[in-house]
Nanobody
Framework: QVQLVESGGGLVQPGGSLRLSCAVS????????MGWFRQAPGKEREFVAA????????DYADSVKGRFTISRDNAKSTLYLQMNILKSEDTAVYYC?????????????????WGQGTQVTISS
């Protein structure tokens, strides 16, 4: 059974930073491209960033480009999202999931189960 456990969220002021982690078990992590998604209150879940299996290819939503960095550690079966220069509009629950390739399609794999997410709140 695949498990995705997101962590690292919290309350930070605008301009601050956070680093999210996603620990994956029950699946060969290195065999899947991975992505981060987020859902703000009253809005649809949206794509944030994706990374290829080996980590050499990355894709970002325009709203986070230049501020967020996605990375992965295949030895630890863990996905990361470094978030800098945070804005109030980044407030959301953040989720990770496996994505199809090529990653620019920004599509979760069929039957890809979601974790519980981690809450990120940007507020002064």
């Amino acid at each position: 059974q695949v498990q995705l456990v997101e962590s690292g969220g919290g309350l930070v002021q605008p301009g601050g930073s956070l680093r999210l982690s996603c620990a994956v078990s029950g699946r060969t992590f290195s065999s899947y491209a991975m992505g981060w998604f987020r859902q703000a209150p009253g809005k649809e879940r949206e794509f944030v960033a994706a990374i290829s299996r080996g980590g050499g290819i990355r894709d970002y939503a325009d709203s986070v480009k230049g501020r967020f960095t996605i990375s992965r550690d295949n030895a630890k079966s863990t996905l990361y999202l470094q978030m800098n220069i945070l804005k109030s509009e980044d407030t959301a629950v953040y989720y990770c999931n496996a994505v199809t390739e090529p990653i620019y399609r920004r599509t979760v794999i069929p039957n890809g189960s979601w974790g519980q997410g981690t809450q990120v709140t940007i507020s002064s």
